[in-house]
């Protein structure tokens, strides 16, 4: 990660949202307001004061207590909805069978899938002279539309000088940044980096199509033996991008549905977003077919159905055109710690903290490249217009500035984190008249396994390696399934819900 004075037209930060509340998280708002509101129904007479003052320690505890090491007004709310699900079995889900149907029925879907439709729209831009079907997830509930792209690099990076790194991930950010503008559509731009192993066969297999029709070398068949002889598994990585258009903000021409309208403003902003990564030395191979994505979707949730597809592709359904996985699993169980998606078991940690130093652009190559287990390393940036990058900027400066000076005039001590506070407001106030842009993001962690004992050891290593990093990563206590569809190519996320973030 570069310096902000090396970054070209934008800059990343982690930062809460201001509301109504200035930086005071929604759940701690309403905890202290209960406490306002029993001491003020203790005062005027209308309740006990002894019920009163359990209500007031209860908020206090709530305020500044913890549960599992996170402030307990942030985890009791998911604690307590999961608990009320588990009480009426509602965090258990199977896919209904039906044997006898009367027409074409929908396709069931968990409660964490719920919402979800995929489209499929023609685009020609793919292939020139020709159309080309592109998948289109709209999520009913948020009111968004997503496209996804597969990415791959040049495999370079890890080779180039760190000048050199930090130029190429200034020209990604860079590429991000474009949606950082007044009125922009896309509200958030979405990173999967999916890893699993897979068995060495596999790989020599694909380089002996690839190489089919070249002449044999001993040099190339000395290299496949050595493939062969080395490991029983290499580590597969797939990284796919999502662009989310809010649907709110389509403009839509006459005669033209909402929904129409949406769709051919995501095929456009996905062109225009491919165009910007390919010149930042990131090669765009596809646009997830609707095909694509439902086999993205099943692969993540169970990875053991790749030895079911391989059968399907040379089977019947392949030739009547069934060759891709049913959409949903067909059963889920959300635990508090983890949940169990058909054979695969599932475990997700959210970012609590990042480095608080300066790091190389290759600081996350630890974590990345952890050998030996499934995982999915997603990381959310929401794009910030300029103008309300400002209202924020002075906002929190007020805020802090006023602080300050609350506590030189009651005699208080001026802490070192407050001026820090101030000093890290004034360089964000510097960087935005200097031209730059904010994005504000989060990470996710997904880490899959086919045992719970599995995930257990595999888990321990993870969280090791993310400390290795600077990371510190925070379990979804009782939100394990959120956690579970945030990791997949869908368009949905729960980072606005974490932390307030």
Sequence with gaps: MSDSSKLRGYRFGERRRSGMFGTIPPSLAFVGGTALLAGWLAIAGYVPVPISLVVVALCGWLWFGKVRERPAHEILPALATWWWRR?????????????????????????????????????AWLTPGSDIAIGVVRDRQAGTLTAVLKVCGDGQFGLVDPASQDMRIDEWGAAIAGFAREHSPVTRVTFHDWTSPVPIRNTVAQLEDQWADEAEHPARSG??????????????????????????????????SNLSAGLRLTGEQARLFAGRLNAAGLRVEAVLSAHDLVTATRVRSDPSILEQLATLRNSLASATGASAP????????????SVTVDSAQHRSWWFARWPRREVAASWLDTLMFESGCTRSLTTVFEPVAPSRSDN?????????????????????????ADEKAVAEVESREIELASGYVECLYTGLLTLTAPTVEQLDI?????????????????????RQADGWVASLPLGRTLARRIGDR
Excluded: C
């Design 392 to 416: 924020d900027v002075d906002r929190e400066r007020t805020q802090r500035e006023a602080n300050i000076e609350t506590r030189r005039r009651k005699g208080f001590i001026i802490r070192r």
């Design 326 to 337: 049913t959409f949903g699993p067909m059963f889920v169980d959300d635990q508090l710690a």
């Design 87 to 123: 009480l009426r079995s509602r965090n258990l889900w199977y896919r209904p069978v039906a044997l006898v149907t009367d027409g074409e029925q929908p396709a069931a879907l968990p409660p964490a899938l719920a919402g979800l439709d995929l489209f499929e729209i023609d685009v």
């Design 458 to 478: 595999q888990a321990a290593d993870l969280e090791q390696a993310a400390a290795n990093v600077g990371v510190e990563l925070q379990p979804l206590w009782g």
């Design 223 to 256: 290299y496949l033996q050595l493939l062969r002889d080395t490991s029983a598994s290499v580590v597969d990585h797939e990284v796919l991008i999502e662009v989310t258009v809010a649907l709110d903000s389509v403009a839509k021409t006459k005669g033209e």
